[in-house]
């Protein structure tokens, strides 16, 4: 057993006098695909802004490969819900995705080659020189996602990036995240509220319910997902085991609303 | 047929009323001092042409409003950025601005003509006061509007703090530069043609008061007319750069 890659320890958060997230510790292990799902409000996005360190705990620590994260590093890349407030909207396909690149200082001369990897992995080479506003949702939030790829991250939080883009749409780009995550071997924090999309695409889902307190902890269950890789959209719904852990996240879900 | 009524229509009302003037300064008002028929201020206007005032008149007054908006913008942004990125440098100075910003520039006339006496200077230094603050409040206002999420793609990717400033606030910030720039170049001209009215023996403001003067109403029928296309064709040149830019940035087609 390797050191996990990601560690909550009795990570706690409080914003403005209110419980966001009661103490929680869970591990997230390298190269692994962990869904974050449970209703809204109940601070899942919240936890992974404190992953990234864009949010500070207020009691607990967040450890990446054994070190406190104190502040957002190249390391761990952020792909935003909101992807038409996220990316630059002066800037060409290739132009987001190279600001990632010269963030971190790459050498102009490798910037293109990169860039261009990059844009062939989401399907986007034949785009690169247009602008987010000529591009339709989907694409969009691909653009986000090859911009996090050219960060060349060991850590990929996600914050519900299917959420507002229609069924199809969505289908398409969790097969493809789901390829180019194993692909790469990247460690991923995937957020969502839908139950179904957390099952199909995590090994491992973990469940947080809203108003945390004394004997209701926000991280409620913590459900591994034995379904073999690769997935499809349509057998892995009928597996028996994607149906058993639907029927017992979504009584838990709708206990969270009741 | 219908192409060319729709191209002509906005035509139609400003043909009229220097039709009907021409008709009231030929007949009612016909050897008044005042109001000359603008057929007689087209020719006054040619006459302007030929002599040359009207270039050099023209080529001052779009000089000197030029100059003080250059000056106005490149402190005011650089002052609007550094009040919308620092809380303290706004505290600081907020009072300051509140007192000064209400001044009215032509009551810094005197006071400019004291310090520079007549000419450019002078005229430049009221322009760049009284386009100075609408350039500071806006460029401030545009950095604080800069959308909160990209700033967070800034912290999560890691830029620096001037790669911050210089590739995510100020393109951001180039939309409503814009809306600002275009407030200052309409306060630049009526601005510059004020002072020359008011003081400064140059530009086509004291042309036109030197028209008056000398009981020339065609003359100075001209001149009015002539400061009119000159505001309307910056304001237009303005509008195309604005539109140009915002193209070029990836705005809606």
Known sequence: MTAPLLAFDRVAITLGGREILSPTSFEVARGELVCIVGPSGCGKTTLLRAASGLVAPSGGSVRRNGVAVTQPSREVAFVFQDYGRALLPWRTVQGNVGLALEAAGVPKAERGARIDGVLAKVGLAAHAHKFPAQLSGGMQQRVQIARCLAQAPLLLLMDEPFGALDALTRHGLQDEAARLVHEDGLTVLFVTHDLEEAIYLGDRVIALQSNPGPGRPSLARMLEVPIPRPRDQLTTKEHPAFLRLRRELFGFIEQGHG | ?253
């Open chain 2, 1 to 253: 047929m219908a192409e060319w009524g729709a191209r002509l229509r906005p035509w139609a009302v400003p043909l009229l009323l220097l039709g009907a003037l021409e008709l009231y300064a030929r007949t009612v008002a016909a050897g008044s001092d005042a109001i000359a028929p603008p057929s007689a201020a087209l020719v006054a206007w040619f006459g302007a042409l030929r002599d040359g005032s009207l270039w050099q008149g023209t080529l001052f007054t779009l000089g000197s409003a030029a100059l003080g908006l250059l000056i106005a913008s490149l402190l005011g942004i650089a002052g609007g950025l550094l009040l919308g990125l620092s809380r303290r440098a706004d505290a600081s100075s907020t009072l300051t601005i509140e007192l000064l910003r209400p001044i009215p520039s032509v009551a810094l006339i005197p006071l400019a003509m004291l310090v520079f006496g007549f000419g450019l200077r002078m005229e430049t230094a009221v322009i760049a006061f009284a386009a100075f603050w609408p350039m500071l409040i806006l460029t401030r206002s545009a950095v604080r509007q800069v959308e909160p999420r990209l700033l967070e793609v800034s912290r999560v990717l890691g830029l620096s703090p001037w790669q911050r400033g210089w590739k995510i606030v100020l393109p951001a910030c180039v939309p409503r530069l814009f809306v600002a720039l275009r407030l200052g170049v309409a306060i630049a001209l009526v601005v510059a043609v004020t002072v020359e009215i008011a003081a400064n023996p140059h530009g086509m403001g004291y042309a036109m008061m030197i028209a008056q003067q000398g009981l020339d109403p065609a003359l100075m029928l001209a001149w009015l007319g002539w400061i009119g296309v000159v505001g309307y064709a910056v304001n237009a040149l303005a509008l195309q750069l604005q539109q140009r830019v915002a193209r070029a940035m990836g705005g809606a087609p």
